[in-house]
């Protein structure tokens, strides 16, 4: 266990990209709102994450190839190549500069928890941690950027983990949540957000670009299996851990969660009057792990579809990078409330998720890059089961602000 657990790698950039501050805001808020009733939906959120980023895997390790590239290759002769490849270059630049905002605003509300709500707080701490990630990715190499992405992740963990041992949730109402899975009233964008926080669409391009440089083969695909099993799982529990910790402690106060200092009643009962810096450490370190993830995968997919060479150290890699940091910063730097910017940004993943989960289907069905590694009926039901999840609940929550429902 322990060779296995010295292995991982590529899956814990998947699960660092996805515990940052949308994660523990929005489980936050669905806690502290709903009780346990949407702790299924982070599970079902957990499964579909292991059943998409394993796919991504598989094409990453057998194909030698991430899926941007597999898509560039598949539509090469296509009429619609450049309209295709304009909608997921759009999807994907403009929902992960939106993410970018919500991670940098976490990030931020995390540096106000323990400095103060000062004038000026909020807006240097964006500047200073946008700047941070652009060193590191402009620095740093991809084995280091992977070290420190797994160091924050275990920060994460370690605080969420004490903080359930000491609050004893209703293990029992947790279990009634799992096997009876609801959408209470006024529950269905945050039920949206919470499969927008685990299951980030931008994570299929980085996971496949990611293994695609560290493993190959039937030997490689084992352990990439095991790699994505291991950290996503990790990165669910850490999820549901904060859900029903805030279902314990805040659920049923009547508290509206406006900032960190709101969020970080949860971790009272294990951190005391400590717990708003415990909370802060959490959500710099949650925040700045993905601020790296979201410009990485960015890069990655963008390099790919437009056939862009040099990797990640190219100028054109840097750049898609950076970019993507300056225009989620300039969001962050709006006004808008963080926690509004954060919600929104997990909100717009949850209903861009049944695109790119669609196109990578499509490509995993393709046996001429995968032979008898493409998808079987087994893996195909379960896709698209997951598919057909999330855009019946997208579909659900338009129609509802349409009227329709």
């Not at 790296?292 to 790919?304: C, D, G, K, V």
Request: glycine residues 10%; proline residues 3%.
């Amino acid at each position: 266990m322990l060779s296995k657990l010295k292995n991982i790698g590529p899956g814990a950039l998947v699960a660092a990209a996805f515990i940052g501050p949308g994660t523990v805001t929005t489980c936050t808020l669905a806690g502290a709102n709903f009780a346990y009733a949407l702790i299924w939906a982070l599970v079902f959120a957990t499964v579909a994450t292991i059943v998409l980023q394993e796919m991504a895997a598989r094409l990453g390790a057998i194909a030698k190839m991430g899926l941007g590239e597999a898509l560039n290759t598949i539509f090469a002769q296509s009429f619609w190549k450049w309209l295709l490849f304009a909608l997921i270059i759009v999807a994907i630049y403009l929902g992960n500069a939106a993410y970018q905002a919500g991670n940098l605003s976490g990030a931020a509300l995390g540096v106000e928890a323990v400095v103060g709500d000062h004038p000026y707080t909020y807006s240097i701490a964006v500047i200073v941690i946008s700047l941070s990630a652009s060193l590191l990715l402009w620095l740093g190499t991809y084995k280091h950027i992977e070290r420190m992405l797994i160091a924050l992740v275990s920060v994460m963990a370690a605080a969420f983990i004490f903080t359930f041992i000491t609050v004893k949730p209703d293990l029992f109402a947790i279990a009634k949540a799992i096997a009876t899975p609801q959408i209470p009233s006024g529950s269905l964008m945050t039920v949206i957000a919470l499969i927008g926080t685990t299951i980030v669409p931008y994570n299929l391009f980085l996971h496949a670009a990611a293994v695609k440089s560290r493993w190959s083969g039937e030997e490689g695909l084992k352990s990439a299996r095991t790699d994505t099993t291991i950290a996503i799982g990790v990165g669910g529990l850490i999820a549901i851990l904060i859900v029903s910790t805030a279902s314990a402690t805040i659920f049923g106060e009547g508290l509206k969660i406006t900032n960190a200092g709101d969020m970080a009643r949860q971790l009272e009962p294990t951190f005391g009057i400590y717990s708003r810096y415990v909370l802060s450490m959490g959500l710099l370190a949650a925040g700045l792990s993905s601020a790296i993830t979201a410009p990485l995968a960015t890069a990655y997919a963008m390099s790919e579809i437009m056939q862009l060479k040099g990797g990640i150290k190219s100028r054109a890699f840097r750049g898609i990078s950076l970019s993507v940091i300056l225009i989620g910063a300039t969001i962050a730097l709006t006004g808008i409330k963080p926690i509004t910017i954060i919600i929104s940004a997990q909100f717009a993943n949850g209903l861009l998720l049944p695109i790119i989960a669609g196109f990578l289907l499509f490509v995993m069905n393709n046996r001429t890059f995968l032979g008898r590694h493409a998808n079987g009926p087994i893996a195909n039901i379960f896709g698209g089961i997951v598919l057909l999840v999330v855009t019946g609940l997208g579909i659900r929550l338009v129609a509802k602000a349409t009227g329709f429902i």
